[in-house]
């Protein structure tokens, strides 16, 4: 995707590889969301995702948001979230609505 910031033209790529559609349960909630700063987007055809904290090889780690195309027939963004499940934290991922 590109956008401009000034007079500099930008460009974003991003890449998250998914090995299971399942998640794992957590025991400790994760850590407060980070603060992203979210530039003008002027393409309708994009939508603003914001990060997410990912559960990996034992830690959290922070996926950071950006702008996503929006699949045909799609209107918006469902965030994912972590919900306590038995004293655990099981992540439910984000999807298009």
């Known amino acids: 995707m590109k956008f401009t910031n000034g007079n500099k033209l930008c460009y974003v790529y991003a890449c998250l590889v998914v090995f299971s559609c399942a998640s794992p349960r957590m025991q ?3 850590p407060t969301p980070l603060v992203e700063i979210v530039t003008v987007n ?8 914001p990060g997410e904290y990912r ?3 034992g830690v959290y780690v922070w996926r950071p948001g950006g702008y996503r195309p929006i699949p045909h027939g799609k ?6 979230r972590h919900a ?3 004293g655990r934290y099981r992540f439910h991922r984000g999807y298009w609505r």
Do not use: K
Request: hydrophobic share 50%; net charge neutral; glycine share 14%.
């Open 84 to 86: 306590p499940v038995g």
């Open 42 to 49: 002027n393409n309708n055809a994009f939508l603003w995702v």
């Open 55 to 57: 559960f990996r090889q």
């Open 75 to 80: 209107i918006g963004w469902v965030e994912g």
């Open 28 to 30: 400790q909630a994760p």
